[in-house]
Structures are given as C-alpha cells and as structure tokens.
C-alpha cells in the first residue's frame, strides 16, 4: 500500500487548524468570563446607563400677564387672579403661589368646595376658570401688605414650569392702622405731630374706580434676519431626580440611589433661524456614557428647547462632570461656537 505523504501533511494541518481554532473560542469565552468577575455588574452598568430624555419647545414670544382687580385687594375678600398666556403650543397645567410675607396667608376653595390654605411659595396646582383663580388673600399684622403672587405654566410630560408672570398684591385690612400691631393687638403708639394752622377743607372728590393692577410681559416679536447670525448656545437649568412615574424634582443634594436627572436648554440668542441641529451629551455614570441626540427642529431667534435627561450608575467617586456639546459635528454656521459646550459638576450624597 502507498502512502501519499503529501496528503497526510495536509489533513494533518487541516486537524491542528481546527484544534487550534477551538482552542482560541475556549480562552475567548474565559476570558470574558474573567473580565466579567473582574468588574462587578459591568454588563448591568451598561444598560443602567441608557438613559432617558424627554424635551419641550419654547418659543421667544411666549408669556403670561398676571393681573389683579385694583392696586388694592381687601382682607378676608375672595379676588380674582385673572392671567392671559399668549403663544402657548402645547397642552399643561397651572400653578399659582405667592410670595412669603410676615403675617399673610392665602387661601381658595378647591374644586370639591372645602377650603385649601395655600402656603408661601409653594406651588398650587388648580384648573382654570375663565383663565383666573379666586383666591382670598388675609393680613394680620399691618394696614397694608404687599405680596408678590405667580401664575406658571408646566406643559404635560414635564415636571418644570417652563413661563410665569406675575403681579404684586396690595392687601389692605381696615380694621387695622397703618402702624404695627404689638402682640397682644394694641396699636403701637407714635409720636404725636406739632399741630398745623387748619386750612380750608377741600371740595370732596368723588373717588374714581382703581384699574387693574397688571404686569404685562410684551413679548418680543423677534423675526429671522436672512442677513443676521445664527448663536446656539447650551446651559445647565437645575440637577435633580426623577421618580418612577417620570416626574422631575429638583435637588441639590441627589444621593445614588435615586435616578439623577438634569435640566439643560439649548437656546438661540443670534438674529437668525438655524437649520436643525444635534447634540450629544456626556454623561457622568460608570462605566462613562455619551447620548448623541437626533436631529433637532431649527431654533428661531429667542427660541429654546428645554431638555431633561435621566440616568443611573453614578461616577464611583460620587463627583463627575455633566458636559452638554450642541452641534458636535459644526454643520451650523454660527457667530461663537465657544458657548457650544458647557460642562458642570454634579455631585451626589452617597
């Protein structure tokens, strides 16, 4: 019998091919499997960090006037709180809250009919009637007090107001002095004045109707200029976190267990439209992340979108920066690209 010694080389390399190539798959999935025991929970951290974004478009022009019945509300007497929003785009909710002054309070009546007292500076969610809220404003320690009272739009899917206005509220109680009350709700007394020679009194004067005590935003009516200059340009809003349901909470204080959550913007501040844009966003998670964004609708001169972006699987350290890069691939023609990028520190309670 002949032997092909030719074609016993060959099957022999053919067969240490293959064990060869065996071999190489086994110390591949070890070492995986090593890489894996190496960094606890790698896989997991990489699907922690996916985050979540959601995004609202604000345009220049949009307000809300607040206005009151008079420069003076009385005490203990129901008022309207009348408000006109003007360019508003999307579906959302109100708020009204007042400003925290000694001795004032204010409440309304809920839709149920029971009496809800109202704390300062804190946000009240009511529906509308007749774009105005009755409210009844009360102040015990002086004739006159002045609170500065809110009304804020917060569109559906956000937790953030996004416009507000407001108006000061001139409360005026007739059962008291224009001077300070002592606690135990004597007048204080003062000084008495150098009597003055009399003079001749003058005609009554028929009081006239006080108008409306109103703080009026004008909107700014910005049109593109074909020959202006395009300026997109990104800052931080607020950090906070985001609960289960999606909603936003702002805090300073945001600890690892929560789903950390920052509030950003990317605005327009030149004279003319932009075409659309990206941005990614650098996130400070471990293992790192980076979220580029698809393409944006054109910014108009003044016009802003608000993002809030969640994530989870925080830097080891509990310190790491947030870094925001509007039009990374420079296809927009701007005037300043250095206020394209922003980067701000966040740090988290362990």
């Known amino acids: 019998m002949e032997f092909n010694n030719s074609g016993m080389a060959t099957s022999a390399s053919r067969v240490l091919a293959i064990i060869g190539f065996v071999a190489l798959i086994i110390i591949g999935m070890y070492g995986s499997v090593r890489v894996a025991q190496a960094v606890p929970g790698f896989v997991n951290n990489m699907a922690a960090a996916i985050v979540s974004i959601t995004s609202i478009f604000v345009p220049a022009n949009e307000t809300i006037a607040v206005s009151l019945p008079g420069y003076t509300v009385q005490h203990d007497t129901p008022v309207p709180v009348a408000f006109e929003h003007t360019n508003k785009n999307v579906n959302g909710t109100y708020t009204f809250r007042y ?41 015990g320690t002086t004739r006159f007090a002045d609170t500065e009272v809110f009304v804020s739009f917060t569109p559906e899917g956000t937790g953030t107001a996004t416009v507000s206005g407001s108006a000061v509220m001139t409360i005026e109680n007739t059962k008291l002095s224009a001077t300070n009350l002592t606690p135990g709700g004597t007048e204080t007394p003062t000084t008495p004045t150098t009597p003055t020679t009399p003079t001749t009194p003058a005609a009554p004067v028929t009081p006239k109707p006080q108008p409306p005590r109103t703080t009026v935003v004008v909107p700014q009516q910005r049109v593109s200029d074909p020959n202006g200059f395009v300026d997109l340009t990104a800052r931080v809003i607020e950090i906070g976190v985001i609960d289960s349901t999606g909603a936003f909470t702002a805090s300073t204080t945001p600890n690892r267990t929560s789903r950390i959550a920052v509030r950003y913007a990317v605005e327009n501040i030149g004279t003319k439209t932009s075409k659309e844009f990206t941005f990614s966003a650098v996130l400070p998670t471990y293992p790192p992340y980076t979220y580029f ?50 980067k701000y520190p966040i740090t988290i309670v362990k």
Not at 114 to 133: E, H, M
Not at 314 to 341: A, C, H, M, R
């Open 99 to 139: 400003s925290c002054v000694e001795g004032v309070s204010i409440s309304t009546v809920s839709g149920d009919g029971s009496v809800v007292q109202i704390g300062c500076n804190q946000p009240y969610a009511f529906q509308p009637f007749n774009s105005s809220i009755t409210v009844t404003p009360m102040t």
């Open 293 to 342: 964004s698809t393409p944006q609708v054109p910014l108009g001169p003044g016009d802003r979108i608000e993002f809030t972006i969640g994530f989870d699987s925080f830097e080891l350290d509990n310190t790491g920066d947030f870094i925001v890069n509007v039009d990374p691939t420079g296809s927009v023609n701007e005037k300043d690209k250095v206020n394209n990028i922003i």
